[in-house]
């Protein structure tokens, strides 16, 4: 069968990669190239524990106290406030004690198998090396703020996550490259990271391409539409006929979606990174700076310090006082973290108001497939996705229950 993904973004090529294995005649479409958007320059966590959703009872208490400070880890544009109010309506809706509790069901069963997901497609893309797992930190410099994420933990703890309460002694002994300023943390043994998310996609691209998929470089502008649904796509250089369609399109899907008869409340939470290429201190494994709401990687191209959100929509211009706020936090992390050969970057994060990603078949056309809104854990998230988008084209029961996922919940 011929299958058409628009995005090549992890989600998008994951899927291409899965369809690929399936047999089907692949095709990526995307406006840049592969991993240049979002899944550039994420922290490389792979977290089958990040299964609490964004919006908790607790966090949204806190929410008045991060809005104080402009560079603090929640940002938002005031300009931007009008339109974003009925996304964060939805957003606060979903941080409801019932509806939480089922996000982290439905986020446990996507995130669980991330490891076993990835397997296949990146021994195959000889890309296994980037994939290290060699377990993950929440740190907390107070054992107050300890104390305030415990029903998080618990929540984790009921849904089966392996994790172990450290003291500060431990947290050195883990990860001895750490200021001494931290007095309790949780260790995730069953966690890891990626050492080069955007190589990680490149690499899954130039398996499919060796293998006889295409990667063409165009903008989707919208579809040509007759009563079976979606005939073909209108690109900047010309209509694209497609039979089978995944929508992987990140923080832009929902322009599309809606097109096709699914409007989708989506947001884009921008994300910061800094990377310090030769930052003279050789950390093992990914670290979040809990109360402080970033995550420390060691990269194949430097020491990463990644988070904070911004809610400012797709178009306006990065702040990237922000990401220079995280090398300042960066340095408290990790004494002795040198300046040298700074880059700074800002990504749109895909988030749906209930923190669930949309993995679904279109109820209006059933040639149509989408992948998108995995927000905070698109690269924990990515691998388990493109088995479940392959088993759905194949008409296959999928590898997980896919009802909490529905395109139409909203
Ligand atoms: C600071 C930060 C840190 C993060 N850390 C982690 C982490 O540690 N662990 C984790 O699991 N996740 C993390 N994430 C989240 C993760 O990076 C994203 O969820 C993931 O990259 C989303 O992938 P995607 O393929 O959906 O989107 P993208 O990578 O954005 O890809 C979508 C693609 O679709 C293309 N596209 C859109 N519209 C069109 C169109 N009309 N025509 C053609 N092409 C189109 C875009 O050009 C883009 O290339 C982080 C994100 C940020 C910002």
């Known amino acids: 069968m011929k299958v058409t993904v628009i995005g090549a973004g992890i989600v998008g090529m994951c899927c291409a990669s899965y369809l690929q294995r399936d047999g089907h005649d692949v095709t990526v479409i995307d406006a840049v190239d592969p991993g240049e958007s979002c899944s550039f320059g994420n922290a490389g966590g792979l ?53 939480v509790i089922e996000v982290a069901a ?64 431990q947290i050195r002994q883990i990860e001895p490259a750490l200021a001494p300023i931290f007095a309790r943390g949780i260790h995730f043994p069953t966690h890891g990271h990626c050492s080069n998310p955007f190589r990680l996609v490149q690499m899954l691209a130039e398996q499919l391409v060796r293998n006889g998929g295409t990667i063409m470089r165009r903008r989707v502008q919208g579809f040509r539409l007759d009563a079976r649904g979606p005939t073909a796509l209108k690109t900047d250089g010309g209509d694209v006929e497609i039979d089978r369609l995944v929508i992987a399109a990140g923080a832009w899907s929902h322009k599309l979606s809606r097109e096709l008869g699914s409007a989708v409340p989506l947001e884009s939470q921008r994300g910061y990174h800094v990377t310090v290429a030769e930052p003279g201190v050789a950390p093992r494994i990914n670290v979040m700076w809990a109360d402080a709401k970033f995550m420390a990687t060691p990269m194949d191209v430097g020491l990463r310090f990644a988070g904070t959100v911004e809610l400012a929509g797709l178009n306006a211009p990065p702040d990237y006082r922000r990401a220079e706020v995280l090398l300042q936090r960066g340095k408290q992390m990790y004494p002795g973290v040198k300046d040298a050969r700074v880059s700074e970057w800002m990504g749109h994060r895909p988030c749906t108001p209930d923190t669930i990603p949309v993995i679904s078949r279109s109820p209006h056309w059933s040639q149509v497939f989408y992948a998108f809104g995995h927000g905070h854990t698109g690269l924990s998230g990515a691998s388990t996705t493109g088995r479940v988008i392959a088993d759905l084209v194949a008409g296959r029961p999928p590898v997980i229950d896919v009802s909490p996922f529905r395109i139409d919940r909203f």
């Open 47 to 99: 977290s089958p524990g990040s299964i609490m959703p964004v919006a908790t009872p607790g966090m949204l208490s806190q929410v008045p106290k991060w809005l104080a400070d402009p560079l603090g880890p929640l940002a938002i544009r005031w300009g931007y406030l009008l339109p974003v109010l009925p996304w964060l309506v939805k957003f606060v809706h979903a941080g409801r004690m019932e509806r």
């Open 106 to 169: 439905a986020l446990r069963s996507l995130l669980k198998p991330v490891f076993e997901s990835y397997d296949p497609i990146a021994k195959a893309a000889g890309a296994q090396g980037l994939i290290h797992r060699s377990g993950q930190m929440h740190v907390y410099r107070s054992e107050a703020a300890f104390r305030g994420d415990a029903l998080g933990w618990k929540i984790r703890r009921d849904h089966g996550c392996e994790i172990e309460e450290i003291d500060a002694h």
